[in-house]
């Protein structure tokens, strides 16, 4: 049976004599796809809920837009679809009934939306920033060069790791205190150990 809300039958006879038919056709063409689909009004507007937001349809003065959450990022899809802004989503804009696809072709669009909602979030790849190396300051380059056991060290080390100890001595708020990490560091450095080796086995 299906899981149609009735403020979305109130949309729907509120809309505009244009818009009623067109909205009527996309809610059966919707749940016809997925029957397990719910309904919901959300920011004044009819949305479709399948394993999260899966469509939504809005009534507009001379047209209606129907769109799908994951629409842009299925491989073929119909070239009447806008891809909205830099996400998933993409929507038709439709003046009237005779601007909808085909009935087949709309419902094997809805159908591989609703299975990709239902496999989860897309994983897109996540861009790394690549951060120049580190620059090495005055006082920790002449120490370096005067502890050869500690030089080996940090030049063996990665520059996330050198970054660690560059950071940790040029943080430091008065002379002293840099002095006294300075000196740490180097003791650290001739042993081997990362500028946070005390947490690596926690």
């Not at 979305?8 to 009623?20: E, G």
């Not at 009527?24 to 689909?37: I, N, Q, S």
């Not at 949305?47 to 001379?62: C, D, I, N, P, V």
């Not at 129907?66 to 990022?73: E, Q, V």
Request: hydrophobic share 40%; glycine share 4%.
């Amino acid at each position: 049976m299906p899981h149609k809300s009735a403020e979305v039958d109130a949309y729907i006879a509120k809309a505009a004599p244009h818009a009623q038919p067109v909205l009527k056709k996309l809610r059966a063409l919707v749940h016809k796809a997925c029957p397990d689909v719910q309904e919901a009004i959300k920011w004044q507007c009819p949305h479709f809920e399948y394993h999260g937001l899966f469509a939504s349809m809005a009534a507009f003065k001379e047209h209606v837009r129907f769109g799908l959450s994951r629409g842009g990022d299925l491989p073929d899809l119909d070239d009447r679809f806008e891809i909205m802004g830099k996400g998933p989503m993409a929507a038709l804009k439709l003046q009237s009934a005779d601007d909808l696809p085909k009935d087949g072709e709309l419902l094997g669009i809805i159908r591989a939306a609703a299975k990709l909602n239902a496999a989860g979030p897309a994983k897109r790849p996540v861009k790394k920033v690549k951060r120049p190396p580190p620059v090495i300051p005055a006082d920790l380059q002449a120490a370096l060069r005067r502890n050869a056991a500690a030089r080996k060290t940090f030049e063996a080390f990665s520059p996330s790791h050198q970054r660690e100890y560059v950071e940790w001595i040029t943080d430091a708020k008065q002379q002293a205190t840099r002095e006294r990490r300075l000196a740490t560091a180097l003791e650290w450095l001739a042993e081997g150990k990362s500028r946070n080796w005390k947490y690596e086995r926690c």
